[in-house]
C-alpha cells in the first residue's frame, strides 16, 4: 500500500524529514521539534504545513508535499489525465535543476522516496508571501513575466534523470489537446469552436512548433506565483512545478497575460523580452513575441477545454475558455 502522508504518523514524518535534510546537507540533521497542520492553500495533491526546530536549534518554515499517488485529491485523480502525471517530476525539477540552477524558486529541503512503499514526499521552504492573484501592483505582475522570461537559462544544467521526467510539449503533446478541445465542444454543444478549429488544427500545430522552446513551468497562473515582498523589491517564488517541461518559450508567459487588457499585457511582455537570454531576445522582436504570446494562450485555452469531460477549472481559472478559443483564433488569424 502506497505511503499517504495523510495517514503518516508524526514519527514517520519526522524520520523521513531528518533523511531528507541530512541527504541535502550532506551531513547528519536531527529533528528536534515538529508541528504539522493541513495547509491552507493546497490544491490536487496534500500539502502539510511544518514548524520544524533542529538540534542546533535552526527554525524553519517548511511545506511537506505528498506527490505521490495517494497524495493527489479523489476528484483530482479522475479529472488529470494519465499522460500529464509523473509523481518524480516536481522532485526532479527542485533537486536537479532549481537548487542547482540560482532560479528563484521556494528552497529545496530534500525529499522521502520510497520505491517499494511509493512514498513521494517533497520538502520545500514555506515563502512567506502573498499569492501574485491577490497583488495589485502592476510591478509585481512585470517581475513574474521577467522571471519566465530568464528561466530558460535553468536549463545549462544538464542532467539525463531530469530529462527522464520533463514534459515535452511538442507536436504530439498539443494535438493530443486539440483533439480533446474538439471532441469536449462537440459533446457540450460548442459547434463554433469545432467548426473553427478543426479545418485549422494542422496550421496551429505548424505554428506552435515553429516557435522557440525553452525550460517551461507549465501552469505559471497566478494562483501559482508566490510573491514576497523584500526591502527594495519583490521575491518572485513560483510553486506547483507539476507540468514543469519543454515548451514554446512563450507559454509561461502566456499564462501570465490571460485576462489582462491591451496596457498592462505591453508592459509585461516588455519586462518578459528584456529577460530573455541575450541571443534570444536578439533573434525574437516584439512582435514576433506578441504573436507566439497568442498562440500560446491558445494553446493553454484549448488544454483547459479538454482537460476532463467530468471537471470544472477551479475558481481562479474558471473563464468561458471556448469564447478566449474562439477569440484567439480571430487574432492569430487561423
Not at 108 to 123: H, N, V
Not at 224 to 242: F, K, L, M, T
Not at 268 to 281: G, Q
Request: charged content about 25%.
Amino acid at each position: 500500500m502506497p505511503a499517504s502522508l495523510r495517514d503518516a504518523g508524526d514519527e514517520e514524518l519526522r524520520a523521513c524529514l531528518e533523511r531528507a535534510l541530512s541527504e541535502v546537507a550532506g551531513r547528519p540533521q536531527r529533528v528536534a521539534g515538529l508541528s504539522r497542520r493541513a495547509f491552507a492553500y493546497e490544491t490536487s495533491f496534500a500539502i502539510d504545513e511544518l514548524e520544524v526546530e533542529l538540534a542546533g536549534g535552526e527554525q524553519l518554515g517548511l511545506l511537506v508535499k505528498d506527490v505521490g499517488p495517494t497524495g493527489l485529491s479523489a476528484p483530482a485523480a479522475a479529472a488529470k489525465p494519465d499522460f500529464t502525471l509523473d509523481p518524480r517530476r516536481e522532485i526532479a525539477v527542485y533537486r536537479s535543476l532549481l537548487d542547482r540552477s540560482g532560479v528563484s524558486a521556494p528552497r529545496y529541503y530534500g525529499a522521502g522516496e520510497d520505491s517499494a512503499s511509493g512514498r513521494a514526499w517533497l520538502f520545500i521552504e514555506r515563502v512567506e508571501g502573498e499569492v501574485l492573484a491577490d497583488v495589485g501592483e502592476p510591478e509585481a505582475w512585470q517581475a513574474a513575466a521577467a522571471w519566465a522570461g530568464g528561466l530558460d537559462r535553468a536549463l545549462a544544467i544538464e542532467d539525463p534523470d531530469l530529462e527522464a521526467h520533463l514534459l515535452q510539449r511538442d507536436r504530439e503533446w498539443h494535438s493530443q489537446w486539440i483533439g480533446r478541445a474538439i471532441f469536449a465542444s462537440s459533446t457540450r454543444g460548442d459547434g463554433d469552436l469545432k467548426r473553427r478549429l478543426a479545418p485549422v488544427a494542422p496550421t496551429l500545430l505548424d505554428r506552435l512548433e515553429a516557435l522557440p522552446r525553452g525550460f517551461v513551468h507549465g501552469e505559471l497562473y497566478a494562483s501559482n506565483v508566490v510573491v514576497e515582498r523584500q526591502e527594495g523589491g519583490v521575491r518572485i517564488a513560483p510553486v506547483d512545478w507539476e507540468l514543469a517541461g519543454i515548451g514554446p518559450f512563450a507559454l509561461d508567459l502566456a499564462a501570465l497575460l490571460s485576462g489582462w487588457g491591451d496596457d498592462e499585457r505591453s508592459a509585461m511582455c516588455e519586462a518578459f523580452h528584456r529577460s530573455l537570454p541575450p541571443e534570444r531576445r536578439a533573434a525574437v522582436s516584439r512582435e514576433i513575441l506578441l504573436d507566439a504570446a497568442n498562440l500560446c494562450e491558445l494553446a493553454l485555452a484549448l488544454q483547459w477545454i479538454g482537460w476532463s469531460q467530468q471537471w470544472l477549472p477551479p475558481a481562479e481559472h474558471h473563464r468561458n475558455w471556448t469564447a478566449e478559443a474562439l477569440r484567439l483564433l480571430e487574432e492569430t488569424g487561423l
